[in-house]
Nanobody
Framework: QVQLVESGGGLVQDGGSLRLSCAAS????????MAWYRQAPGKQRELVAR???????TYADSVKGRFTVFRDNAKNTMYLQIESPKPNDTAVYYC???????????????WGEGTQVTVSS
């Protein structure tokens, strides 16, 4: 089985900084794309940032220039560096990954359980 575990969430002040981590573990053969999504109260889950296994990144327009996604493939871990957060960045942040399992063809999507980020003004 595969697990994605997020960490690093919490309360941060407007203009501060925060780093989220997502560690994948289990019977992993390969991790393809990884991504961070977020869901604010009363809103749909939205893509924040995505990174390929080769390191190519894409960002939501609302976070460009403030958020940076990167990964350490040796550790099966993805990070999200949040700079100058704003109150409307408050949400539960979820980790997503496309993972190949040892001994099984193809890839499957996996989600973490989420970590709360609250930005105070």
């Amino acid at each position: 089985q595969v697990q994605l575990v997020e960490s690093g969430g919490g309360l941060v002040q407007d203009g501060g900084s925060l780093r989220l981590s997502c560690a994948a573990s289990g019977n992993i053969w390969n991790i393809n794309d990884m991504a961070w999504y977020r869901q604010a109260p009363g809103k749909q889950r939205e893509l924040v940032a995505r990174i390929t296994s080769g390191g190519k990144t894409t960002y939501a327009d609302s976070v460009k220039g403030r958020f940076t996604v990167f990964r350490d493939n040796a550790k099966n871990t993805m990070y999200l560096q949040i700079e100058s957060p704003k109150p409307n960045d408050t949400a539960v942040y979820y980790c997503y990954a496309l993972i190949s399992i040892r001994g099984r063809a193809g890839t499957m999507p996996y989600w973490g359980e989420g970590t709360q980020v609250t930005v105070s003004s």
